[in-house]
């Protein structure tokens, strides 16, 4: 099973942005729709971005829209999350992973358990 591989995460002031990365050894993300999901501290996970295949159709939450914008290259083996204006309820662990939209809201498909490795995002002054 390929496992996927969050990058890009790190500690930045509120206001300030950072770009995410998230591949699968090099290999081709071969998803009908991937996005982005995070987890803070004694929180359950939140999904944040989704990115539908077919149409390149983009989700995002409300707490994140406006704000982030998710992305793919050509290849279709690196998917990104531009984060810009972060605050501090944005820190936590942030996962990429399949997903869908569900009334509004982005999912994992149903017990989806292989969330692969995060990366940590820090905002605070």
């Known amino acids: 099973q390929v496992q996927r591989v969050a990058s890009g995460g790190g500690l930045v002031q509120p206001g300030g942005s950072l770009k995410l990365s998230c591949s699968a050894s090099?290999?081709?993300?071969?998803?009908?729709?991937i996005g982005w999901f995070r987890q803070a501290p004694g929180k359950g996970r939140e999904g944040v971005s989704c990115?539908?295949?077919?149409?390149?159709?983009?989700f995002y939450s409300e707490s994140v829209k406006g704000r982030f914008a998710i992305s793919m290259n050509n290849a279709k083996t690196t998917v990104y999350l531009q984060m810009s204006n972060l605050q501090p309820e944005d820190t936590a662990a942030y996962y990429c992973a399949p997903c869908q939209e569900l009334g509004g809201l982005v999912r994992p498909p149903a017990d989806f358990t292989s969330w692969g490795q995060g990366t940590q995002v820090t905002v605070s002054s």
């Open positions: 090099g290999k081709t993300l071969d998803y009908s729709s």
């Open positions: 990115l539908r295949g077919g149409d390149g159709d983009t």
